[in-house]
C-alpha cells in the first residue's frame, strides 16, 4: 500500500470531471431548420390533400346533381302527350274544327333565347353576355350561329294530376260539366277542395274525349267543388269557354247523349332552359343562398305553365340543376311516310319550333353543370368549336382558372307521342 505524502494531507483530491453530453448551438440551428422544412412538407400535403379532396367532393356533388336533373327530365319526357295530343293540327283523333291555339306534345326552341320572361335573356342577368367570350354561352372560337346557344324545351301534357277524370252529364247550352266524384281517379286528386281547385285552376285546357276516343279542348272559365267537413268530396263541376260540339248522323266526333263517361284530361306545360330564377321568387327557388344568385350563376330552370305554348302564364319556377351550363336537345325523328317502314335521323331544331311533333320518337339530352368555384389546380382551356364544355371562367374573364365541368347525355323515349293513325 501506498503510503500518503505529505502534499495530500488537508487537501481534496483533484479528479477529471466527466464531460456532460449536449447540442451545439449550430446543431440546434440545423434541426430547427430541418423540422420547419419537414412540418411544412406536411401540411403542404395535408393542404393539397384536403382540397383535392373538397374538389372531388363538389365534382361528385355536381355529378349526383347531374343525374337527378336528367332523371326530372326523363320523368316529364314521359308525361309528354300524356291525356293530350301529340299535335292538334293532324291527329286524326281531335274533332274538326280544331283548336285554335295548336295543342303539340313537344317544341323545341334551338334560337337566341327570347325576352318573353322577366329580363334579358329569360332573367339573366346581362352580365353573362358580358365576358368576351361570354363564359357561358359563345365559349368556343367561331360560334357565330346559335350552335353555342341553349336550347328550350317545352312539354305539353297532364302535368298538375296523372289522374284522367270521368264526366256524369255534360250540358253543351250552359257549358258545364260535372264530374263523377265517387271514381278513384277523382277521390286520389281531390282528398280536399284545396287540391281540387289547384287542379280545375280557371284558365287551364282540358281534353274531353267521348267514349269513342274523339277529342275537343276547351278552357275552364270556373270551377266548384263541394267538400263536406271530414269527409271526400261530392261533387265538382267545370265551367268551360269554348264549343263542345255533339255527335251527329253524319259525325261520330263529339259527344256522346248526356256525355256520361266522357274523359277529361286537364293539361299543363313544362318548360327547361339556362337562366336565373328572378330574385322577386323565394330564396328557396332560387338557389342555396343569397351570395349565390350572383350576376355569374346560371340555373336548369323548369318552368311550369299553362297553355298555349306561346304566352301562357307562368304557374311556377324551380331549378331544376343548380349551376347549369349548357343544355343541348336533339330530336330522333321518324321521316318515312304512314305504314312505312321507320327511317329514324336525328335533327336538331333550326327553327323556333317543331312542325311535326308526332314524328318525335325519342330526344337526345345533353346538360352540363359547372362547380361551384374555380380550382386552382385546374386551368381554363377555351372549348374548341363542336367540342364539349370542360372548364368554365368564373371570377373574370381573364381568369388563369376555371371551374370545371361535367355532362351527362341520355336518349330519352317519348312514348305518348305515337298515337293512333301517325
Same mark, same amino acid.
Given at each position: 500500500? *501506498?503510503?500518503?505524502?505529505?502534499?495530500?494531507?488537508?487537501?481534496?483530491?483533484?479528479?477529471?470531471?466527466?464531460?456532460?453530453?449536449?447540442?451545439?448551438?449550430?446543431?440546434?440551428?440545423?434541426?430547427?431548420?430541418? %423540422?420547419?422544412?419537414?412540418?411544412?412538407?406536411? @401540411?403542404?400535403?395535408?393542404?393539397?390533400?384536403?382540397?383535392?379532396? &373538397?374538389?372531388q367532393? *363538389?365534382?361528385?356533388?355536381?355529378?349526383?346533381?347531374l343525374?337527378?336533373?336528367?332523371e326530372q327530365? *326523363?320523368?316529364?319526357?314521359?308525361?309528354?302527350?300524356?291525356?293530350?295530343?301529340?299535335?292538334s293540327?293532324?291527329?286524326?283523333?281531335?274533332c274538326?274544327?280544331?283548336?285554335?291555339?295548336?295543342?303539340?306534345?313537344?317544341?323545341l326552341?334551338?334560337?337566341?333565347?327570347?325576352?318573353?320572361?322577366?329580363?334579358? @335573356?329569360?332573367g339573366?342577368?346581362?352580365?353573362?353576355?358580358a365576358? $368576351?367570350?361570354?363564359?357561358?354561352?359563345?365559349?368556343?372560337? %367561331?360560334?357565330?350561329?346559335d350552335s #353555342?346557344?341553349?336550347?328550350?324545351l317545352?312539354?305539353?301534357?297532364? +302535368?298538375?294530376?296523372?289522374?284522367?277524370?270521368?264526366? &256524369?252529364?255534360?250540358?253543351?247550352s250552359?257549358?258545364?260539366? %260535372?264530374? &263523377?266524384?265517387?271514381? &278513384?281517379?277523382?277521390r286520389?286528386?281531390?282528398?280536399?277542395?284545396?287540391?281540387? $281547385?289547384?287542379?280545375?285552376a280557371?284558365?287551364?285546357?282540358?281534353?274531353?274525349?267521348?267514349t /269513342?276516343?274523339?277529342?275537343?279542348?276547351?278552357?275552364?272559365?270556373?270551377?266548384s267543388?263541394? #267538400?263536406?267537413?271530414?269527409?271526400? #268530396?261530392?261533387?265538382?263541376?267545370?265551367?268551360?269557354?269554348?264549343?263542345?260540339?255533339?255527335?251527329?248522323a253524319?259525325t261520330? #266526333? =263529339?259527344?256522346?247523349?248526356?256525355g256520361?263517361g266522357? *274523359?277529361?284530361g286537364?293539361?299543363?306545360g313544362?318548360?327547361? +332552359?339556362?337562366?336565373?330564377?328572378p330574385?322577386?321568387?323565394?330564396?328557396?327557388?332560387r338557389?342555396?343562398?343569397?351570395?349565390?344568385?350572383?350576376?355569374?350563376?346560371?340555373?336548369?330552370?323548369?318552368?311550369?305553365?299553362?297553355?298555349?305554348?306561346? =304566352? =301562357?302564364p307562368?304557374?311556377?319556377?324551380?331549378?331544376?340543376?343548380?349551376?347549369?351550363?349548357?343544355?343541348?336537345?336533339?330530336?330522333?325523328? $321518324?321521316?318515312?311516310?304512314?305504314?312505312?317502314?321507320?327511317?329514324?335521323?336525328?335533327?336538331?331544331?333550326?327553327?323556333?319550333?317543331?312542325?311535326?311533333?308526332?314524328d318525335?320518337? /325519342?330526344?337526345?339530352?345533353?346538360?352540363?353543370?359547372r362547380?361551384?368555384?374555380?380550382?386552382?389546380?385546374?386551368?381554363?382551356?377555351p372549348? %374548341?368549336?363542336g367540342?364539349?364544355?370542360?372548364?368554365?371562367?368564373?371570377r373574370?374573364?381573364?381568369?388563369?382558372?376555371?371551374?370545371?365541368?361535367? /355532362?351527362?347525355?341520355?336518349?330519352?323515349?317519348?312514348?305518348?307521342?305515337?298515337?293512333?293513325?301517325?
Open positions: 500500500m *501506498r503510503a500518503p505524502t505529505p502534499h495530500s494531507f488537508g487537501r481534496p483530491v483533484r479528479t477529471r470531471r466527466a464531460r456532460v453530453a449536449g447540442f451545439s448551438l449550430l446543431e440546434l440551428m440545423l434541426a430547427v431548420v430541418a %423540422g420547419g422544412f419537414l412540418i411544412s412538407a406536411v @401540411y403542404f400535403a395535408s393542404s393539397r390533400s384536403s382540397k383535392t379532396f &373538397q374538389e367532393q *363538389r365534382i361528385a356533388q355536381t355529378q349526383l346533381s343525374r337527378a336533373a336528367m327530365i *326523363r320523368a316529364d319526357a314521359a308525361r309528354a302527350g300524356f291525356l293530350a295530343s301529340p299535335n293540327t293532324t291527329d286524326p283523333f281531335v274538326v274544327p280544331r283548336p285554335t291555339n295548336r295543342i303539340q306534345a313537344v317544341r326552341t334551338n334560337a337566341p333565347l327570347p325576352t318573353t320572361v322577366s329580363g334579358t @335573356y329569360r339573366l342577368p346581362a352580365a353573362l353576355m365576358y $368576351n367570350p361570354p363564359p357561358i354561352f359563345r365559349t368556343a372560337p %367561331g360560334c357565330a350561329d #353555342c346557344m341553349p336550347d328550350v317545352e312539354l305539353v301534357g297532364s +302535368f298538375d294530376s296523372p289522374e284522367e277524370f270521368h264526366a &256524369q252529364w255534360v250540358n253543351t250552359n257549358r258545364q260539366i %260535372g264530374l &263523377q266524384s265517387w271514381t &278513384q281517379s277523382f286520389r286528386a281531390c282528398p280536399t277542395a284545396t287540391d281540387c $281547385n289547384a287542379i280545375f280557371p284558365g287551364r285546357w282540358i281534353r274531353v274525349a267521348n /269513342s276516343g274523339f277529342a275537343q279542348f276547351v278552357q275552364i272559365q270556373s270551377f267543388v263541394t #267538400c263536406p267537413a271530414g269527409a271526400p #268530396c261530392t261533387a265538382g263541376t267545370i265551367v268551360y269557354t269554348g264549343t263542345l260540339q255533339t255527335t251527329s253524319s261520330a #266526333c =263529339g259527344v256522346t247523349g248526356l256520361t266522357s *274523359r277529361i286537364v293539361l299543363s313544362v318548360r327547361y +332552359f339556362i337562366g336565373q330564377v330574385a322577386a321568387l323565394s330564396l328557396a327557388n338557389g342555396t343562398s343569397a351570395a349565390d344568385n350572383t350576376a355569374t350563376k346560371s340555373d336548369l330552370i323548369r318552368e311550369r305553365f299553362s297553355l298555349p305554348i306561346v =304566352g =301562357g307562368v304557374l311556377g319556377m324551380s331549378i331544376a340543376l343548380e349551376y347549369g351550363v349548357e343544355f343541348d336537345v336533339r330530336f330522333v325523328v $321518324n321521316t318515312a311516310p304512314n305504314n312505312q317502314p321507320a327511317n329514324l335521323v336525328v335533327r336538331d331544331s333550326a327553327t323556333s319550333e317543331t312542325t311535326a311533333p308526332e318525335v320518337r /325519342s330526344m337526345i339530352v345533353r346538360v352540363s353543370a362547380t361551384r368555384d374555380e380550382d386552382d389546380m385546374w386551368p381554363f382551356v372549348r %374548341g368549336v367540342q364539349p364544355l370542360t372548364s368554365l371562367r368564373v373574370a374573364a381573364d381568369s388563369a382558372n376555371s371551374a370545371r365541368v361535367r /355532362s351527362m347525355v341520355s336518349e330519352i323515349a317519348l312514348p305518348n307521342l305515337i298515337g293512333p293513325g301517325q
